[in-house]
């Protein structure tokens, strides 16, 4: 979980040039792939919401969902989506 949010960052990075521009993270939508009856879905995402707040502090602040699904594509373990604001910026 923690290599897919540093990811994140990674394409934040190249898109905007630098994580300081982040005003804020708002919401991270993520997608478990599990089986019927698991229930800690929250508890996969935790590593990503607490790299999150160690990379950004209280502007990683965030809401989150954490939902569960019987297939992702190309059978991944994980989907995670990151909602973030920036300060005004013009793309490279």
């Given at each position: 979980m923690i290599k897919k949010c540093l990811h994140c960052f990674l394409l934040f990075t190249e898109e905007v040039g630098d994580l300081d521009k982040?005003?804020?993270v708002v919401k991270l939508v993520s997608f478990v792939n599990c089986v019927d009856g698991f229930t800690q879905?929250?508890?996969v995402i935790n590593g990503a919401?607490?790299?999150i707040g160690k990379?950004?502090?209280d502007k990683g602040i965030h809401a989150r969902s954490a939902v569960s699904t019987n297939a992702l594509?190309?059978?991944?373990?994980?989907?995670?989506e990151t909602i973030v604001e920036i300060e005004d910026w013009t793309s490279k």
């Open positions: 982040i005003k804020r879905q929250p508890a919401s607490d790299t990379v950004f502090g594509p190309l059978n991944v373990a994980v989907k995670v």
